[in-house]
């Protein structure tokens, strides 16, 4: 059964404020200040998308995506730097999310507004993607077994949720 339009449009809330919240309640702690910087940049630009699509779908209540917030919290828990789930934001979130909001827009009906702010956020998220690789190619590499261990896990938590490809389109 294809989601509706609100169905959707609440699950694109729930995965930006997931984002939103994890990542700026975290900056504070984080111990690499480039990263500080990043984590908080990035929970800006997701914490304006859920403030458009909250004022397009009329202030929607939803909660966090549970699998999505335990992976961003994971990362942020094994690595205070901010590396990890910096990391975890431009390898393992974000492509899931840049998927989703395509799926979303194909499956999103007579709504150009929604549909206009899911094209919008996925412009968004490349730009963090993005941002993210130029603040980590200043950075020195993490050659940690462990680390990397940990890296793998974020990915292998949300393939074993069947988020293998996306964060989804719906509850």
Known sequence: MTPTNREIG?????????????????APAL?????????????????DL????????????VAPLPVLEDVLRRA??????????????????GPRLLVTLLDARTALTNDSELTELSNHASKVCV????ATGEVAK????????EWQSLAR??????DAAGNAESLGISR
């Open 153 to 158: 896990a974020l990915s292998e938590t949300l």
């Open 10 to 26: 609440d699950h694109l809330v729930a995965c930006y404020d997931t984002i939103y919240i994890v990542l700026g309640e975290s």
């Open 76 to 93: 942020v828990a094994g690595d205070a730097s901010g590396a990890l789930v910096l990391y975890a934001m431009a390898m393992v979130v």
């Open 127 to 130: 730009k963090e993607i993005r």
């Open 31 to 47: 111990t690499n200040d480039a990263y500080v910087v990043r984590a908080y940049e990035t929970s800006r630009a997701f914490g």
């Open 138 to 145: 200043d950075q020195a590499p993490i050659e940690d077994r």
């Open 50 to 61: 859920a403030l458009e699509m909250r004022e397009h779908l009329g202030d929607p209540k």
